[in-house]
């Protein structure tokens, strides 16, 4: 069997994504279980699929739950205390049957009722602030989640398309290895013949300093050429340019902006196609 070819087919992808038939499935595990090259494969390509998704991954503020819990809690409370308040009867005040007297039962009703008054409507008044105050915090954190939703939905549309590119079969995707062996950089190039595109996927580089940037370059004719600069903390796949009738791709250290010929010396990952 042309091991190269069954992984040209795009078999495995369509393995991991459970779309074959159950025949079909068997067949590609007893192939998996006879060639540990198609092992290997099927490792690589679960891995930078499982990178994409944890770099999408976006997780909402751990005390966002609690936060909204207490402010519903206390503005509960509020308006139930409020409707209580409302619903008593008023007091009625006994008057006596006699004048005798009688004004001062008045005077003293009359400042009762308005200590009561008083004390009711400054109650009254804190908890509306106190409901007021929990309904802006609640538009607040509402106004946070709609903007992590968003992101999330950002990011959900570039792993769609960074899945669309990985299981396309004119795309070939080609492994660059460290090329210090005593490293474990990595980092793939899926480049498409047909059209030209090439993206690039870091499985790990090392963290450079404000000053250096990566630089990819594919060699084509034995010439080297440029194919841009990009920071190591890429997340997902990344376009880069277009390049024709490539046999090889490298990554280098190059100052900020790039370099117009490679600095062979700082090679730190290469593939060939």
Not at 73 to 84: A, C, I, P, W
Not at 205 to 218: I, M, N, P
Not at 239 to 262: L, Y
Request: aromatic content about 8%; hydrophobic content about 40%.
């Amino acid at each position: 069997m042309d091991i190269k070819e069954y992984i040209a087919s795009g078999i495995l992808e369509e393995y991991i994504f459970d779309t074959l038939s159950p025949q079909e499935r068997i067949e590609v595990e007893l192939r998996l279980a006879e060639y540990p090259e198609l092992r290997e494969e099927l490792n690589a390509i679960e891995d930078s699929l499982e990178g994409i998704a944890m770099a999408t991954a976006i997780q909402p503020p751990a005390d966002l739950k609690a936060n909204i819990m207490s402010a519903l809690g206390d503005s509960e409370v509020g308006l139930k205390n409020e409707s209580t308040q409302q619903k008593e009867a008023p007091k009625v005040i006994p008057m006596p049957q006699t004048n005798n007297g009688m004004w001062k039962y008045m005077v003293a009703a009359s400042v009762t009722i308005a200590l009561v008054t008083s004390y009711l409507a400054y109650d009254y008044h804190g908890k509306w602030k106190a409901s007021s105050d929990a309904f802006a915090q609640l538009q607040a954190q509402n106004a946070q989640m709609a903007e992590q939703y968003n992101q999330v939905n950002n990011r959900l549309d570039d792993l769609v398309a960074d899945i669309d590119i990985i299981t396309n079969t004119d795309f070939k995707r080609v492994n660059m290895g460290a090329v210090d062996p005593t490293q474990s950089y990595a980092a793939s190039v899926y480049w498409n013949a047909k059209t030209d595109e090439a993206y690039l996927n870091i499985q790990q580089l090392k963290t450079l300093s404000e000053e250096q940037q990566y630089q990819l370059w594919a060699i084509v004719d034995g010439v080297p050429v440029d194919m841009g600069v990009f920071d190591f903390d890429v997340e997902g796949l990344m376009k880069m340019k277009n390049v024709q009738n490539a046999s090889m791709f490298a990554v280098t250290i190059e100052p900020k902006g790039g370099s117009e010929n490679p600095t062979l010396d700082l090679m730190q990952v290469a593939g060939a196609v």
